[in-house]
């Protein structure tokens, strides 16, 4: 019981502070509509006419943009570890008589919550624009959903930990965040890469995640629906186990 109440605390924690939050409700719901409508939009007529798997560009990038939202709102969550480092709260809880991988892996899964639901409230503003979506696979989205919240959490986490402040870690999200986002096959197909990027893109989690919601949602992918869930298991079991074992061995500074 101890480990569920560790748990479930931490997740109740997370969601709540997320909605209380007006403005960071707001803002990562509109940045996203933005990058679909203005991004999206103006290129859909800078490549009229061609081909993405027979489906035009809106289309082709939908998907990619709920898991760019998903991806961003799970990755940044590794933010608020570093507030609970100003202000005192991480210090409570790593003296607290409680399992410290059931308090880091309810706050995880509380930050994955929260991203998936802004994924699923990007997917019904965009589906006017976009009605080719298959609704039929929503269910499996969201587990694909799940699974990339959880990797990059887990990711943002193992950061974290490490920081020292709060401007260390926007730094690394800078360095990270765009080439993780623009080679992962949101924006355009990762086959036209050269050789080098496109060895960059595969070794990018996000690739898989994309994929996966496309072929799920278009019915078109560049790879293979089962090689791209098997690996998503694979990556956020690893990335959350070693979350898990790098907050066990945190200490209070």
Same mark, same amino acid.
């Given at each position: 019981?101890n $480990? $569920? &109440?560790?748990? #479930?605390?931490? $997740? !109740?924690?997370?969601?709540?502070?997320?909605?209380?939050?007006?403005?960071?409700?707001?803002?990562?719901?509109?940045?996203?509509?933005?990058?679909?409508?203005?991004?999206?939009?103006?290129?859909?007529?800078?490549?009229?006419?061609?081909?993405?798997?027979?489906l035009? *560009?809106?289309?082709?990038?939908?998907?990619?943009?709920?898991?760019?939202?998903?991806?961003?709102?799970?990755?940044?969550? +590794?933010?608020?570890?570093? $507030? &609970?480092? /100003?202000?005192?709260?991480? @210090?409570?809880?790593?003296?607290?008589?409680?399992?410290? @991988?059931?308090?880091?892996?309810?706050?995880?899964?509380? &930050?994955?919550t929260?991203?998936?639901?802004?994924?699923?409230?990007?997917?019904?503003?965009?589906?006017?624009?976009?009605?080719?979506i298959?609704?039929?696979?929503?269910?499996?989205?969201?587990?694909?959903?799940?699974?990339?919240?959880?990797?990059?959490? +887990?990711?943002?986490?193992?950061?974290?930990?490490?920081?020292?402040?709060? /401007?260390?870690?926007?730094? #690394?999200?800078?360095?990270?965040?765009?080439?993780?986002?623009?080679?992962?096959? #949101?924006? *355009?197909?990762?086959?036209?890469?050269?050789?080098w990027?496109?060895?960059?893109a !595969?070794?990018?989690?996000?690739?898989?995640?994309v994929?996966?919601?496309?072929?799920?949602?278009? +019915?078109? +992918?560049?790879?293979?629906?089962m090689? &791209?869930?098997?690996?998503?298991?694979i990556?956020?079991?690893?990335?959350?186990?070693?979350?898990?074992?790098?907050? /066990?061995?945190?200490?209070?500074?």
């Amino acid at each position: 019981m101890n $480990w $569920w &109440d560790s748990f #479930i605390a931490m $997740w !109740y924690r997370q969601v709540k502070r997320f909605w209380h939050a007006k403005a960071r409700v707001i803002g990562t719901i509109t940045q996203p509509i933005f990058w679909l409508i203005f991004f999206g939009i103006g290129f859909a007529a800078s490549f009229r006419g061609v081909v993405f798997g027979r489906l035009d *560009y809106i289309s082709f990038m939908f998907p990619g943009i709920i898991l760019m939202t998903i991806f961003m709102g799970s990755f940044m969550s +590794g933010i608020s570890v570093i $507030w &609970d480092k /100003e202000f005192g709260y991480l @210090k409570v809880v790593l003296v607290a008589p409680s399992s410290r @991988k059931a308090s880091i892996l309810g706050r995880s899964l509380g &930050d994955a919550t929260i991203a998936i639901i802004q994924g699923i409230i990007i997917l019904i503003i965009g589906y006017p624009l976009v009605r080719s979506i298959n609704v039929v696979n929503i269910l499996p989205f969201l587990a694909v959903a799940l699974l990339v919240s959880m990797t990059f959490a +887990g990711i943002g986490i193992l950061i974290a930990t490490r920081m020292r402040s709060m /401007e260390g870690f926007q730094l #690394i999200v800078n360095l990270i965040t765009m080439p993780l986002i623009f080679l992962s096959g #949101i924006f *355009y197909p990762i086959d036209t890469l050269p050789i080098w990027l496109k060895i960059i893109a !595969y070794i990018n989690p996000l690739t898989y995640g994309v994929d996966a919601s496309r072929i799920l949602l278009t +019915g078109t +992918g560049s790879l293979n629906l089962m090689t &791209d869930i098997t690996l998503l298991i694979i990556l956020s079991g690893l990335f959350m186990a070693l979350a898990m074992h790098q907050f /066990e061995k945190a200490t209070i500074d």
